[in-house]
């Protein structure tokens, strides 16, 4: 599972910083989503990997260990809101740029 | 509780709600939303300074050091706190006064160029207090994405081929800044457990020595994502476009959007690493101290080089961060009062200096200075607005008035005596002397430190002295710029302000000195936001 989990975020983390560093508007922005999607699963991983745990406390069994870690799952929820957010954001002003320059280098020119 | 105990969520509510009270109004309507934004801005001045007072007032009777605020009374490190300490009250007044200054540059004409300027404005400045109140790693964050979202519509703000390319680059550099901030955020939590930043001071020291680099490494990448908001070299090279692009009310609000960053680095490298971390005591002390001075260096270059104002103002901005974040990495009590003078002082310069560079920018003669790119913009703005009513009455002998403001900002920035620039540079040169061992020699360190500061003034004052004959000596036929009252006021208030600072030097520079000295003594912050004492809770790594 560990195994599984580190190759996915470093495969998404790897090609979301190649298409970062792409000269395109779009490449950029999926770029930022897969390097977004890496890091959300990495706070999840932050919490320990727990299988078969829920995160609310039940009153009827106290023992913390029975329980995965609550906190990381709450980030990863604002994280992605906000990131969602803000990707939308990008978006409009990827196309506002698209119409101002008539091309989709994030420079606003071709080299 | 009386209302008094609510007082430090306020800076966070009040423009939460007058952003949401302008977006009940019609674009037509722009008095009122105008007059919304003005009201909020001075509540949030009164506010700043009855916190600022009340901050004062605790640490004297030697009660407490800060304020602490539970958020819906949570115990401390479970739920959320709002933390006020003299150093966030400052922080919070000078984004009021620099929010206030901004407004009524922008009621000239600037508020016109684009919708919901009044409801971005506000949602602004209610991130940054928040970053400046709060006492959570994670809320932090939060504040930070709705400070960076406001900074986003702003930029944009008046639209046009230069802003949106530039607003491209900001927010794709922000984005990758961000995904930066929650690894290291979700690092630090996976090693110690917490996130409440009392917590997290309590917790470092007993982190086991193998889980140690973890800790650094999460830390590391944090300070990066702070360290490109403040603009240390090589994380800078966006800054100064994305200033000269901004238009002239928004770049002076963005003064404070790199102190923000310096804030918050001064805030977590003396609060988790100072002398009580054990192990971990002065962690990345010398990277920002190299990281300054490569910063004034670059900035002081960029300074030299600049062909247009607006790029000269961002390589200021450079130059200011860049000294902050030297100052930072020196870690010495003394040097902290200077830097938090010079924090103070080159924000309200620069802020005026951002706003003035547009009106200088009107005087040229276009055509006369081919490479100012920033030209092409503002001509073009300049015709979209023509039809726009424009507030306030034509000033007589406006080029006396903007050659007087544009001289006493060269001064401010350059630190030549007696203005407030000298006084703040002064105290950390003369603090960066005086704190060494008179024994022992002074280390390399401080006179690069020293001569660096010095040679960046100098550059400052040749730059601005060059741009300011170009200006106001060689163009005496062209057409007198239309500049209004209520354009030049902002700027002469600021000024005022400095000024004020260097009369008043010796209070301010008093105060500044308790507020790093309870930086510098942690132990008494998260006394108080924690109530247990660090010997107490042992409770190490979870």
Partial sequence: MELILAIGIGVLAGSGVFLLLRPRTFQVIVGLSLISYAVNLFIFSMGRIRLNAAPVLNPAANDPALYTDPVPQALVL?????????????????????????????????? | MSFLDHLIIMPILLPLGAAALTLLFDETRREVKAGINFAATILLIAIAIALLVQTDAVTREGTELTITYRLGNWPAPFGIVLVADRLSAIMVLLTGILGINALIYSMARW???????????QMLLMGLNGAFLTGDLFNLFVFFEVMLAASYGLLLHGSGVLRVRAGLHYIAINLAASSLFLIGVSLIYGVTGTLNMADLALRIPHVPANDLGLLHAGAAILGIAFLVKAGMWPLNFWLPTTYAAASAPVAGLFAIMTKVGVYIVLRLTLLLFGEHAGASFGFGQTFLLIGGLATIAFGTVGVLASQSTGRLAGYSV???????????????????????????SSTLTISAFLMLVELVERARVAGADVLAVTMEAYGEDDEDL????????????????????????????????????????????????????????????TWWLIGLLIISGLASLIAMTRTGIATFWATLEGPTPNVRVIEIAPIAILIVLCLGLTVAGGPVLHFMDLAADALHTPTDYIEDVIGTTPAASAGGAS
Wanted: net charge negative; proline share 5%.
């Fill in chain 1, 78 to 111: 604002t994280a992605i809101v906000i990131g969602f957010a803000m990707t939308a954001l990008f978006l409009v002003v990827l196309l506002a740029s698209r119409g101002f320059t008539g091309t989709d280098h994030v420079d606003g020119r071709e080299r």
């Fill in chain 2, 111 to 121: 508020q016109a160029a684009g919708p919901h300027f009044h409801m971005l404005f």
């Fill in chain 2, 318 to 344: 450079l130059v200011s961060s860049g000294t902050l974040l030297a100052a930072i990495g020196m870690g010495d009590r003394a040097v902290t009062g200077g830097l938090l003078f010079y924090l103070v």
């Fill in chain 2, 386 to 445: 023509e039809h726009e009513e424009e507030v306030g009455v034509v000033i007589p002998s406006t080029m006396a008035i903007l050659g007087v403001c544009f001289a006493l900002c060269g001064l401010l920035l350059s630190g030549v005596p007696p203005f407030s620039g000298f006084i703040s540079k002064f105290a950390m040169l003369s603090a960066v002397l005086q704190s060494e061992d008179a024994a022992s020699p002074i280390p390399a360190s």
